[in-house]
């Protein structure tokens, strides 16, 4: 097999490819960063940086260097040496969407030549890689996998906002479908991060991604049901939770909030279970249970800002309903399957005015029919219930203690005697 010397290509420069991108420059690489969305790449270009994780300094520099080259336009990756595919892999009326794999993988397939490796990172079902991958990149081509070109998985695990654990310092896990592609995987992301840890198969890794994620959607939808009764009973979860945390071993700390959201914790449990469903006509019970409770939460919240209001005797239609914050994640701009959109459609259809507010959301992805606010005294006492949906570090949360409108707060995070907690 002959190593190609062209540049990496990093397909989709969104929260998972852009920081790669940027590692891969640091480290040295030529980059490619594409991404379909022009607005995107237009702003990439002009040194902006739309995801939290990346300043637009980082960006300016990466641009400065000559290294880095964004564009909507596959023609700029001909001859190159190393792929890796970041793009989104939604539901599709429940169904898993590989549509946007598909289609990076045919593009790619067309440039693809002898000694160059393809990697996939985003999230899917176990057999992906080697099921629907390979025979696009080997039809396109017309060359072999594992003996004229490399492929292999490696999940991401960016998460978004944590200053602790980055995209640097995160242990990697790496798969190819044979031992060559493997070792040139590994040999890549070596270069980019502190850890590797190679898996047998792409199946595997593929895997791995979907368990750690399942993980943590089934103890979320623990909590989330806990909170619900708990409620009702009458009793504070949020200080049994604190409590609980206390203990050094045998308990992980989940907390309750509004639902889930983002590219992972709504879809990756889904690609399981459905795979389960198809190979081996059973059903992953956890993972539809904690899809039931969490798809629900949004529904839990809509009725408890109905019982706020009702209190004050003021119904929910016509009402001024304000949210703070609608990103699905603390410090990020990500609205991708947030609770906040599944609310503001429950709202909408109740009756309700819809405000918002979120500085950290761009303006092409913005909710249609929510009016976009700034976060202050004024916003807050003109509104008739305020709901706290995602507790940004930059939201002065006095605010809402201070105000004399109704707050419902799905974090725990405000204080005062016009807050209910969720």
Request: aromatic share 6%; glycine share 8%.
């Given at each position: 097999?002959?190593?190609a010397?062209?540049p990496?290509?990093?397909?989709?420069?969104?929260y998972?490819?852009?920081?790669?991108a940027?590692?891969?420059?640091?480290?040295?690489?030529?980059?490619v960063?594409?991404?379909?969305?022009?607005?995107?790449?237009?702003a990439?270009s002009?040194?902006?940086?739309?995801?939290?994780?990346?300043?637009?300094?980082?960006?300016?520099?990466?641009?400065?260097?000559?290294?880095?080259?964004?564009?909507?336009?596959?023609?700029?990756?001909?001859?190159?040496?190393?792929?890796?595919?970041?793009?989104p892999?939604?539901?599709?009326?429940?169904?898993?969407?590989?549509?946007?794999?598909?289609?990076?993988?045919?593009s790619?397939?067309e440039?693809?030549?002898?000694?160059?490796?393809?990697?996939?990172?985003?999230?899917?079902?176990?057999?992906?890689?080697?099921?629907?991958?390979?025979?696009?990149?080997?039809?396109g081509?017309?060359l072999?996998?594992?003996?004229?070109?490399?492929?292999?998985?490696?999940?991401?695990?960016?998460d978004?906002?944590?200053?602790?654990?980055?995209?640097?310092?995160?242990?990697?896990?790496?798969?190819?479908?044979?031992?060559?592609?493997?070792?040139r995987?590994?040999r890549?992301y070596?270069?980019?991060?502190?850890?590797t840890?190679?898996?047998?198969?792409?199946?595997?890794?593929?895997?791995?991604?979907?368990l750690?994620?399942?993980?943590?959607?089934?103890?979320?939808?623990?909590?989330?049901?806990?909170?619900?009764?708990?409620?009702?009973?009458?009793?504070?979860?949020?200080?049994?939770?604190?409590a609980?945390?206390?203990?050094?071993f045998?308990?992980?700390k989940?907390?309750?909030?509004?639902?889930?959201g983002?590219?992972?914790?709504?879809?990756?449990?889904?690609?399981?279970?459905?795979?389960?469903?198809?190979?081996?006509?059973?059903?992953?019970?956890?993972?539809?249970?904690?899809?039931?409770?969490?798809?629900?939460m949004?529904?839990y919240?809509?009725q408890?800002?109905?019982r706020?209001?009702?209190?004050?005797?003021?119904?929910?239609?016509?009402?001024?309903?304000l949210?703070?914050?609608?990103?699905?994640?603390?410090?990020?701009?990500?609205?991708?399957e947030?609770?906040?959109l599944?609310?503001?459609?429950l709202l909408q259809?109740?009756?309700?005015?819809?405000?918002?507010?979120?500085?950290?959301?761009?303006?092409?992805r913005?909710?249609?029919?929510?009016?976009?606010?700034?976060?202050?005294?004024?916003?807050?006492?003109a509104?008739?219930?305020?709901?706290?949906?995602?507790?940004?570090?930059?939201?002065d949360?006095?605010?809402?203690?201070?105000?004399?409108?109704s707050v419902?707060?799905t974090?725990?995070?405000?204080?005062?005697d016009?807050?209910?907690v969720?």
């Amino acid at each position: 097999m002959n190593n190609a010397s062209g540049p990496v290509v990093v397909v989709g420069q969104g929260y998972v490819g852009l920081p790669l991108a940027m590692r891969a420059v640091e480290v040295g690489h030529t980059v490619v960063g594409i991404d379909l969305d022009v607005t995107r790449a237009q702003a990439l270009s002009r040194g902006e940086s739309y995801v939290e994780d990346v300043p637009a300094e980082v960006v300016r520099d990466a641009l400065d260097s000559g290294r880095y080259s964004p564009t909507s336009d596959y023609a700029a990756a001909e001859g190159f040496s190393i792929a890796v595919i970041t793009v989104p892999t939604p539901l599709k009326e429940t169904l898993p969407d590989l549509s946007f794999i598909e289609s990076a993988a045919k593009s790619l397939a067309e440039r693809l030549l002898p000694g160059a490796t393809v990697v996939l990172e985003s999230t899917t079902y176990p057999g992906t890689t080697e099921e629907l991958l390979v025979p696009i990149l080997e039809k396109g081509s017309g060359l072999q996998a594992g003996q004229d070109f490399s492929v292999g998985y490696s999940p991401e695990r960016i998460d978004p906002g944590n200053q602790t654990w980055t995209f640097e310092n995160t242990p990697k896990v790496v798969s190819g479908i044979d031992e060559d592609s493997l070792e040139r995987i590994d040999r890549f992301y070596s270069s980019l991060v502190e850890r590797t840890v190679p898996v047998s198969t792409p199946k595997e890794a593929e895997l791995t991604k979907l368990l750690e994620n399942t993980f943590r959607h089934v103890n979320i939808a623990l909590v989330n049901e806990l909170a619900i009764f708990a409620h009702e009973l009458g009793v504070n979860v949020w200080e049994s939770i604190d409590a609980a945390s206390t203990k050094p071993f045998g308990f992980m700390k989940f907390t309750p909030g509004p639902g889930v959201g983002g590219h992972c914790l709504p879809v990756d449990p889904s690609y399981l279970s459905w795979q389960v469903k198809r190979k081996l006509g059973q059903n992953f019970r956890f993972v539809e249970l904690a899809n039931d409770v969490n798809d629900h939460m949004p529904n839990y919240v809509l009725q408890r800002a109905g019982r706020v209001l009702n209190d004050l005797g003021q119904p929910l239609r016509g009402s001024r309903v304000l949210l703070v914050g609608l990103a699905y994640k603390r410090d990020t701009g990500d609205i991708r399957e947030s609770p906040s959109l599944r609310l503001i459609d429950l709202l909408q259809e109740s009756g309700a005015v819809v405000l918002g507010t979120d500085d950290h959301v761009e303006d092409h992805r913005w909710p249609i029919g929510v009016e976009r606010v700034s976060f202050d005294a004024e916003q807050v006492g003109a509104a008739d219930l305020v709901i706290l949906i995602t507790d940004h570090s930059s939201f002065d949360l006095d605010v809402l203690r201070d105000s004399a409108t109704s707050v419902l707060d799905t974090r725990n995070r405000a204080r005062g005697d016009n807050v209910a907690v969720l």
